[in-house]
């Protein structure tokens, strides 16, 4: 399949994940990465090693997939736990359980049903049900990897497959099991409620002030005031430095010659060709024949070149290009295979070539157009320049101010004015700053980054008024501090809080009064049913729940019903409590194609269930040795501090 290597490079890692694998995704992303120092390991699973690069590749994967699906404001601590780190190992290890059992069973997937594969995936269709080659090879070109990694990916994932269908598909649910979810489902309850609020029951509460200071004092901190402080500060960061830097003509013009070959376009040319698949361990017969059918093939297209779509079509074994007529678009030098490459920049705009030989096939080619290089102009890039240019010098600014920031915050203590004025940075304001990180604003605000907030709240910055030192607190970014004004933590005294302590006990001893009137309500009925001041009947069940909370559901759907009527109370927090009567238990109506669903669900939790525990068998067989050592260093991945 030449067509797989037009660029050589990437496919989307996600692609194997979600399409191609979704029932697999339990288990994580195998990188495929072997370590070649056996004593790095992580973790040993039979003859198999789970590398302390894929392991961190792992790591880098679930991280990328966590900030895609939160933002970049994601708090990648998460990932930097114990328990975090032994769950994508757990999925390796899995994993390379389930690749011994799949060599040990010779569970094999041809080329046939890769390709079969690769066509059948929706998201690589195009509206008429075609191939979309454009999208495959753009997503070969997101992740650098070559077609051959794709295949062995492939056929690994679709051969753990095998194994995984082997364990799920065979899962069933019982017929009485299905039968009683479904009638415990449909099961319907006639109630009817009697409601009694609380606020009809606030005349009977009698407050004391030795109540109320009682719970003043016994409720402290529900009335402290947290230590506050507002502080000013300056930020000495390349961004800032980048703000104050001008960029001449001169050097401008300078820059765009010395670079223009990042602005330019590599001569590309558009191809078609005509691949007949032969492997390098083909036997002398079935080369032979390979090679005749092309230099038949070679003979038409040159005595009819009009004829070239219409053989390639007929006759190329290229997965991507054949429907197409064997055209692979433009391209440039660098991006097909050397040998294909090299004969197609010598052709001539029209001419064929003779076969060509690559690691997929023989190949007939022809040159069907020529794009010439192209290098924009500098009005084209100038802000892309200027961006650029900035960038650079304010790299070197910040690297050459440091020393001075740091030395000058520290030298000049009393007050930021002299490190401001000195590098031209702005004296930042802030006010009502506490001790912790506000879990309301994300870290990136400076005032609430927690190695700022542990620079200012120190004692030297409080107590003295001095500055910060110089705090990094991201890359290229360094912060001092002053503390402006500090608030001790306090307590309201208790004529502040009088009037919210009276309302807060009011409304709970109200509650309490009105509990206490259904629950001695409940026992009048028990004695003497009666209907008087209950609400009008209706009928719930566990798929019409009509208005009720779910504690009061709860409370009617565990109720014994085997005498009826019976009652139940619930609380209803601030509100007071409501007493329900169940009058009459039902069936309900069946209903088949829920019954279905309900049944499938239940069985998919089964075979998920029935799969676990055959990959923690596997993961026992195994003889799973995990290195802890090797588990706690470092990894290459930025999980933050």
Do not use: C, W
């Not at 765009?256 to 361990?281: F, V």
């Amino acid at each position: 399949m030449f067509d797989y290597i037009r660029t050589h490079k990437r496919i989307m890692q996600l692609l194997l994940l979600i399409l191609i694998f979704p029932a697999f995704a339990l288990f994580g992303v195998d990188s495929f990465m072997r370590s070649s120092n056996a004593n790095g390991a992580v973790a040993t699973v039979g003859n198999l090693k789970v590398s302390k690069q894929e392991f961190d590749q792992a790591l880098r994967s679930q991280l990328d997939r966590l900030k895609q699906a939160y933002g970049q404001d994601f708090d990648a601590q998460v990932l930097n736990t114990p328990e975090a780190r032994k769950g994508i190992l757990d999925d390796l290890v899995a994993r390379k359980a389930m690749t011994l059992e799949t060599t040990k069973s010779n569970l094999t997937v041809t080329d046939e049903v890769l390709q079969k594969n690769l066509r059948s995936l929706e998201e690589l269709k195009k509206p008429d049900g075609s191939f979309d080659r454009d999208r495959y090879m753009s997503l070969l070109a997101m992740q650098g990897k070559t077609a051959l990694m794709y295949d062995a990916e492939q056929r690994q994932d679709l051969t753990m497959q095998q194994l995984v269908g082997a364990i799920q598909n065979t899962a069933f649910t019982p017929k009485a099991v299905s039968e009683r979810i479904a009638l415990i489902s449909e099961q319907e309850r006639d109630i009817a409620a009697f409601n009694f609020k609380a606020k009809d029951y606030v005349a009977e509460v009698k407050l004391t002030d030795a109540k109320l200071r009682d719970y003043y004092n016994k409720n402290a901190k529900k009335f402290e005031i947290p230590e506050m402080l507002s502080a000013e500060y300056v930020v000495l960061s390349a961004d800032s430095l980048a703000e104050q830097i001008v960029v001449s003509d001169a050097e401008l013009a300078g820059y765009y010659d010395q670079n223009k070959g990042k602005y330019s376009t590599k001569e590309q040319r558009r191809a078609s060709h005509i691949l007949l698949n032969l492997k390098k361990d083909a036997s002398e017969a079935e080369a032979k024949a390979v090679k005749a059918k092309v230099e038949n093939l070679l003979a038409q297209v040159r005595k009819d070149p009009s004829q070239f779509a219409k053989l390639a079509k007929e006759n190329s074994q290229d997965l991507g290009s054949a429907e197409k007529g064997g055209d692979l678009d433009f391209f440039a030098s660098d991006v097909m295979a050397k040998p294909f490459s090299d004969t197609t920049f010598k052709l001539k705009e029209g001419e064929i070539s003779d076969p060509v030989q690559t690691e997929y096939g023989l190949h007939i080619i022809q040159l069907t157009a020529i794009k010439a290089q192209t290098i924009k102009p500098l009005e084209e890039v100038k802000a892309e320049l200027v961006a650029e240019i900035k960038k650079q010098k304010a790299s070197k600014a910040y690297a050459e101010a440091v020393e001075t920031f740091t030395n000058t915050a520290y030298e000049q203590s009393d007050s930021l004015k002299p490190v401001a004025d000195k590098l031209k940075l702005k004296i930042e304001k802030v006010a009502n700053i506490g001790r912790n990180p506000n879990p309301m604003l994300p870290a990136t605000v400076i005032s609430n980054n927690p190695k700022f907030l542990k620079a200012i709240f120190a004692e030297d910055a409080l107590k003295k008024k001095h500055n910060t030192e110089a705090t990094e607190v991201a890359a290229s970014t360094l912060v001092a501090g002053r503390v402006v004004e500090y608030k001790p933590a306090s307590k309201r005294t208790f004529e502040e809080v009088k009037a919210v302590i009276e309302a807060q006990l009011t409304l709970t001893e109200s509650a309490m009064l009105a509990k206490k009137a259904g629950e001695a309500k409940i026992q009048a009925l028990k004695l003497a049913d009666a209907t008087d001041g209950f609400s009008e009947v209706k009928t719930v069940s566990r798929l019409k729940k009509a208005d009720l909370s779910n504690d009061a559901f709860l409370a009617i759907a565990k109720a014994d019903t085997q005498k009826l009527p019976t009652f139940v109370g619930v609380e209803v927090p601030g509100q007071g409590y409501d007493v329900y009567r169940i009058s009459k238990v039902s069936a309900g109506t069946p209903d088949l194609a829920r019954r279905a669903t309900e049944s499938k669900q239940v069985e998919n939790s089964i075979a998920q269930q029935e799969l676990y525990s055959y990959v923690e068998a596997l993961k026992t067989k195994a003889k799973v040795v995990v290195n802890q050592a090797a588990l706690q260093i470092k990894s290459g991945v930025d999980t933050g501090p």
